[in-house]
């Protein structure tokens, strides 16, 4: 198996996204004048295994528009195509891609692929959702032009720590498991690497190791409380495999990628 880390421009968000303050104020500071952070990466991930190419994700567009929390910054030469041939990749080799949730710095990359597209059937549930419509108005970001993934479920029982899951491969070295918090239908995707290490393609799970381990729900989460559960879960796992903790935008999930890194190899988490 081989995993590239790929990066599609990157992405300034609002400190208060990042740091949100409890109560009727956590989601209403978005949309307040605030200072922004420095550009985070947007990573999406290419796995080689047994002869097949997959991606989790495929990156943002250029024709990305900003939204009142999030400035985006690709450039056109920074899109999935670039960003694939920089791992020796070819775009037309991909025969699937599996999406850990519907927002458009994770999705938007499709307009490049043709393969069979994967999406855990709760999240592809709640895009059809009138609030979904609504905020995809609002905030300028339609789906992807012919966007229609195939709806999976994570009905293969327990993987880890983590209650449910799906199995990709037939040698269950590629596991879709039930990450819910930052949307209601986010999965991550663990790949079971040649070392037997687990490595955590984890999407918004988080913005960080330091979030996760402080255990800290962002402002977008429609359920916090379920948002903190799953970071949790998270750390059980973590401490009970070694565990590679790979969230999309953290500036540290590069380096922790390339130095193999586990999740206990780090301080112990606050409870
Ligand atoms: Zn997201």
Not at 62 to 82: D, G, I, K, T, Y
Not at 168 to 177: E, S
Not at 216 to 245: N, W
Request: negative net charge.
């Amino acid at each position: 198996m081989k995993i590239h880390a790929l990066t599609t421009g990157a992405v300034r968000v609002k400190h208060s996204f990042l740091y949100p303050r409890q109560g009727p104020r956590r989601q209403l500071g978005l949309f307040l004048p605030g200072a922004f952070s420095d550009p985070l990466p947007i990573h999406c991930w290419a796995i080689e295994h047994d002869g097949v190419l997959r991606l989790v994700d495929t990156g943002e567009t250029a024709a990305a528009r900003n939204v009142p929390f999030a400035r985006m910054e690709v450039a056109p030469e920074q899109e999935l195509p670039a960003a694939i041939a920089a791992a020796d990749l070819e775009l037309d080799d991909v025969s699937e891609v599996v999406l850990t949730h519907a927002h458009g710095d994770h999705m938007d990359g499709l307009v490049h692929i043709r393969a069979r597209v994967l999406i855990h059937e709760t999240e592809l549930e709640f895009l059809s959702s009138p609030m979904a419509r609504v905020m995809r108005r609002v905030l300028r970001q339609p789906l992807p032009p012919g966007f229609d993934p195939e709806p999976f479920t994570l009905d293969d029982g327990q993987f880890g720590a983590f209650a449910r899951s799906r199995s990709l491969t037939d040698d269950g070295r590629i596991v879709a498991v039930d990450t819910p918090g930052h949307t209601s239908g986010h999965i991550s995707v663990i790949c079971v690497d040649d070392e037997g290490r687990h490595v955590m393609l984890a999407g918004d799970t988080t913005d960080s190791l330091e979030q996760l381990y402080a255990l800290r729900a962002d402002a977008v989460a429609p359920d916090p409380k379920a948002h903190i559960a799953t970071m949790r879960t998270i750390l059980a796992h973590c401490a009970a495999q070694p565990t590679i903790y790979l969230p999309s935008h953290d500036p540290g999930s590069a380096a922790r990628f390339a130095n193999a890194t586990t999740s206990t190899q780090t301080p112990v988490p606050v409870a």
